[in-house]
């Protein structure tokens, strides 16, 4: 069974910086995906970034190409999501995902097996 629990999520004001975390306990190796999504309040949820354990690869939706980064550090089970010139926009509840095998691209939702319970990441004009 694999637990995700996001955290760093908070206010900032536009153009501001942060870095979410997500810590990952349980059975985490081999995982096809690691990804982020977030959701606005009333709207869907919505791909942000994720990699691919297997070859490095890692995508970004287009609304954040150049702000935001996803990253790991494969000895603490960590993944990071840092997230710089943020804008209203991005306000919304973030969430780390795992994917176990593949299912679907790592770009939707539908590919993610585990979920964290989110964090909150408000952004003021």
């Known amino acids: 069974q694999v637990q995700l629990v996001e955290s760093g999520g908070g206010l900032v004001q536009t153009g501001g910086s942060l870095r979410l975390s997500c810590a990952a306990s349980?059975?985490?190796?081999?995982?096809?995906?690691m990804g982020w999504f977030r959701q606005a309040l009333g709207k869907e949820r919505e791909f942000v970034a994720a990699f691919r354990r297997s070859v490095g690869s890692t995508y970004y939706a287009d609304s954040v190409k150049g702000r935001f980064t996803i990253s790991r550090d494969t000895l603490k089970n960590m993944v990071y999501l840092q997230m710089n010139n943020l804008k209203s926009e991005d306000t919304g509840v973030y969430y780390c995902a795992a994917a176990l095998t593949f299912r679907a691209v790592p770009t939707v939702a539908d590919a993610y097996d585990t979920w964290g319970q989110g964090t909150q990441v408000t952004v003021s004009s």
């Open positions: 349980g059975r985490t190796f081999g995982n096809y995906a």
